[in-house]
């Protein structure tokens, strides 16, 4: 099997495309939250818009990788030790439970973005909210992310993980 056809393969796992696109909303925001900053800056609005638009993709493609990461749970939940299958559950859920806090984002920085057009007089303080909102996100997004990187890393563990409020859906029992 050539390399192409194994990426082909590998492409069909939802785990896999889950690892491909998890860095997309934070690494994404991330860039999104210092575009507006210099945008906000230069009091520019182009530039505005193409953070506005940075932060709304980021923002929106949370759905994708909070889907691929629940169709992979079951396989990767398999292939894991106690530790990492604890570490698995706090992931899913932390993610499960503040996934909304992206898509609040984005709606503002949508609300920001149109109303450059329709309602200029409310974008300077959508903007700060879009950047507030999305600061927020961006840190509640590393704190999902540092809950996934200990399913996988097991050199980063330093202790058990966090025991989640309420078991995950497809939490088996340990």
Known sequence: MSE??????????????????????????????????????????????????????????????????????????????????????????????LQYSFYLAGLVALAALVSQWKFPKATTLLTFLTLLTSVLALALGGWISHAGGQVRHSEFREGPPPQPATPHPHARPH
Not at 16 to 27: A, G, I
Not at 81 to 91: G, K, M, Y
């Open 4 to 97: 192409f056809q194994l990426i082909l393969q590998q492409l069909k796992q939802p785990e896999y495309v889950h690892v491909l696109l998890n860095p997309l909303p934070v690494y994404g925001l991330a860039m999104g939250v210092l575009a507006l900053v210099v945008a906000l800056v230069l009091r520019n609005a182009p530039a505005r818009a193409v953070a506005l638009i940075l932060t709304i993709v980021a923002c929106a493609s949370v759905w994708l990788v909070a889907r691929y990461g629940h169709l992979g749970y079951d396989r990767v939940y398999a292939m894991s030790n106690r530790d990492a299958q604890e570490w698995l559950d706090v992931h899913a859920q932390r993610a499960e439970l």
